[in-house]
């Protein structure tokens, strides 16, 4: 072959692989811009999204920033990463304004969230104190959607966005909880036990809530949402027959198999077990269910045998990442010239929301026969909006049930909820030192021997 005909065919070559090099830039409806790369390539060329990568360190790096810092002050982490993306947002500094591709990336953050949930389960610390975390956490559940319900309607409001807020208010923020109860050594005190049932039951109930967004958002009659519900119920059921038998015969010798395989290196069972996470979400949003249902459905299937607490090991890193990713990216939807504007009305939002939240979960466990201190400490520790609340607004608002300013407001009224929990949590013994003076509550001695009492007599219940 001669050397003009090597010469030709090598600039032929380069000509192609050139060919299509100008960038296009395209820009959608809601200004997201998108940039096509060598369109016209006829050979396979590595692909690099530069402006996805830089975007991705600024949000992690900000949102470690941010945790650092809110962490050292001794608040919940949650904040620091809400307000760390609030501030790169578009709302703010605006670092990053092309939003798509990074909540995209964060809808991960959602779905690990579920499945170390759905890991976490366990129907034995819920017999512990039974109904009054079962029915007393579903009645409060029911209660804050007939309330919000009812006044959206007295409102002008849309019913199914009053029912929304009602399911968002009911969900309390577990980790912060849990680790005050911890840290106080009182989570095997009665209201500890009562607290942390009622909030296994809600976390529970997390992903039944998430199979109802899609009704209530729903633009038909109520005769066409009875329908599209009974439907959706169908192929819950045939959803979770399929998982159930899947839990029984093929998920623990998957996961055998895998703890063999991978005796060597652990890289192998954590590959495995995102895989089966994520697989389980993609069915369950097929399905036309949500990918949040089958992510909890796949922690929940993996929490019924002895690789549980090892499965969660190895998901734990990567859930906090992309946990991180998915509150940083909800902080930029975050507008802080709103918050600002509005700042008296979200605190009144807060000061509302603590109100009712106390009186209501009082009130539901003083009628399953708890005496009125232990009722109002659990009140007290279920009066903040929960972390889970943020997954349930982001779904929301991807069906269009909530938008606008009520977005806005739900959103930074659980920033500021989850902001002002630890002073709250310090006031309780303020408040029971006042209910004892005022001859509301008996003395801390008499009232630490009624738990006691309570806590053997819930036992022989159980036993």
């Given at each position: 072959?001669?050397?003009?005909?090597?010469?030709s065919?090598?600039?032929?070559?380069?000509?192609?692989?050139?060919?299509?090099?100008?960038?296009?830039?395209?820009?959608?409806n809601?200004?997201?811009?998108?940039?096509?790369?060598?369109?016209?390539?006829?050979?396979p060329?590595?692909?690099v999204?530069?402006?996805?990568?830089?975007?991705?360190?600024?949000?992690?790096?900000?949102?470690?920033?941010?945790?650092?810092?809110?962490?050292?002050?001794?608040?919940?982490?949650?904040?620091?990463?809400?307000?760390?993306g609030?501030?790169?947002?578009?709302?703010?500094?605006?670092?990053?304004?092309?939003?798509?591709?990074?909540?995209?990336?964060?809808?991960?953050?959602?779905?690990?969230?579920?499945?170390?949930?759905?890991?976490?389960?366990?129907?034995?610390?819920?017999?512990?104190?039974?109904?009054?975390?079962?029915?007393?956490?579903?009645?409060?559940?029911?209660?804050?959607?007939?309330?919000?319900?009812?006044?959206?309607?007295?409102?002008?409001?849309?019913?199914?966005?009053?029912?929304?807020?009602?399911?968002?208010?009911?969900?309390?923020?577990?980790?912060?909880?849990v680790?005050?109860?911890?840290?106080?050594?009182?989570?095997?005190?009665?209201?500890?036990?009562?607290?942390?049932?009622?909030?296994?039951?809600?976390?529970?109930?997390?992903?039944?809530?998430?199979?109802?967004?899609?009704?209530?958002?729903?633009?038909?009659?109520?005769?066409?949402?009875?329908?599209?519900?009974?439907?959706?119920?169908?192929?819950?059921?045939?959803?979770?027959?399929?998982?159930?038998?899947?839990?029984?015969?093929?998920?623990?010798?998957?996961?055998?198999?895998?703890?063999?395989?991978?005796?060597?290196?652990?890289?192998?069972?954590?590959?495995?077990?995102?895989?089966?996470?994520?697989?389980?979400?993609?069915?369950?949003?097929?399905?036309?269910?949500?990918?949040?249902?089958?992510?909890?459905?796949?922690?929940?299937?993996?929490?019924?045998?002895d690789?549980?607490?090892?499965?969660?090991?190895?998901?734990?890193p990567?859930?906090?990442?992309?946990a991180?990713?998915?509150?940083?990216?909800?902080?930029?939807?975050?507008?802080?010239?709103f918050l600002?504007?509005?700042?008296?009305?979200?605190?009144?939002?807060?000061?509302?929301?603590?109100?009712?939240?106390?009186?209501?979960?009082?009130?539901?466990?003083?009628?399953?026969?708890?005496?009125?201190?232990?009722?109002?400490?659990?009140?007290?520790?279920?009066?903040?909006?929960?972390?889970?609340?943020?997954?349930?607004?982001?779904?929301?608002s991807?069906l269009h049930?909530?938008?606008?300013?009520?977005?806005?407001?739900?959103?930074?009224?659980?920033?500021?909820?989850?902001?002002?929990?630890?002073?709250?949590?310090?006031?309780?013994?303020?408040?029971?030192?006042?209910?004892v003076?005022?001859?509301?509550?008996?003395?801390?001695?008499?009232?630490?021997?009624?738990?006691?009492?309570?806590?053997?007599?819930?036992?022989?219940?159980?036993?």
């Amino acid at each position: 072959m001669s050397n003009a005909t090597i010469s030709s065919k090598i600039q032929d070559m380069l000509n192609l692989e050139n060919d299509g090099s100008d960038d296009t830039t395209l820009i959608d409806n809601d200004h997201n811009r998108y940039v096509m790369s060598n369109k016209k390539s006829k050979y396979p060329v590595l692909q690099v999204d530069l402006r996805l990568i830089s975007d991705l360190v600024v949000v992690v790096v900000s949102a470690a920033i941010g945790g650092i810092i809110f962490s050292c002050l001794g608040q919940p982490v949650i904040v620091g990463y809400l307000l760390a993306g609030s501030l790169i947002g578009p709302g703010g500094l605006q670092f990053i304004s092309e939003m798509v591709q990074v909540e995209t990336f964060a809808q991960f953050g959602v779905v690990f969230l579920l499945f170390a949930l759905g890991l976490e389960f366990s129907l034995t610390k819920l017999k512990v104190v039974g109904p009054v975390a079962v029915f007393g956490g579903l009645l409060q559940i029911v209660i804050l959607m007939f309330l919000c319900g009812s006044t959206a309607m007295l409102c002008g409001a849309k019913l199914s966005e009053g029912i929304f807020v009602g399911c968002f208010l009911s969900m309390s923020s577990t980790a912060v909880v849990v680790k005050f109860l911890v840290e106080r050594n009182s989570n095997n005190l009665l209201h500890g036990q009562v607290t942390i049932g009622t909030l296994i039951f809600q976390d529970c109930a997390v992903g039944l809530l998430f199979a109802l967004l899609p009704v209530l958002g729903g633009n038909s009659g109520i005769l066409h949402g009875m329908f599209s519900m009974g439907k959706l119920l169908v192929t819950l059921s045939v959803y979770l027959a399929c998982a159930s038998l899947l839990t029984w015969s093929f998920v623990p010798r998957f996961l055998k198999l895998m703890i063999q395989i991978s005796s060597q290196t652990s890289e192998l069972y954590q590959l495995a077990a995102v895989a089966f996470c994520l697989l389980s979400a993609w069915c369950s949003d097929k399905l036309g269910l949500s990918l949040e249902l089958g992510s909890f459905a796949a922690g929940v299937m993996i929490s019924t045998t002895d690789f549980a607490q090892h499965t969660l090991d190895q998901v734990e890193p990567i859930r906090n990442l992309f946990a991180a990713l998915f509150l940083s990216s909800i902080g930029m939807l975050i507008n802080v010239h709103f918050l600002w504007t509005h700042v008296d009305i979200l605190l009144a939002s807060v000061i509302l929301v603590i109100v009712v939240k106390t009186t209501v979960a009082a009130a539901v466990t003083k009628t399953f026969g708890y005496n009125l201190r232990t009722s109002v400490v659990v009140g007290l520790l279920l009066a903040q909006i929960g972390e889970f609340a943020f997954v349930l607004l982001s779904r929301a608002s991807n069906l269009h049930l909530v938008e606008g300013r009520m977005y806005l407001l739900l959103l930074g009224t659980t920033a500021f909820s989850l902001v002002t929990t630890p002073v709250l949590f310090k006031l309780i013994p303020a408040v029971m030192h006042l209910g004892v003076l005022m001859h509301w509550f008996p003395s801390e001695s008499s009232g630490q021997t009624e738990e006691k009492i309570s806590v053997i007599e819930a036992h022989n219940r159980l036993l």
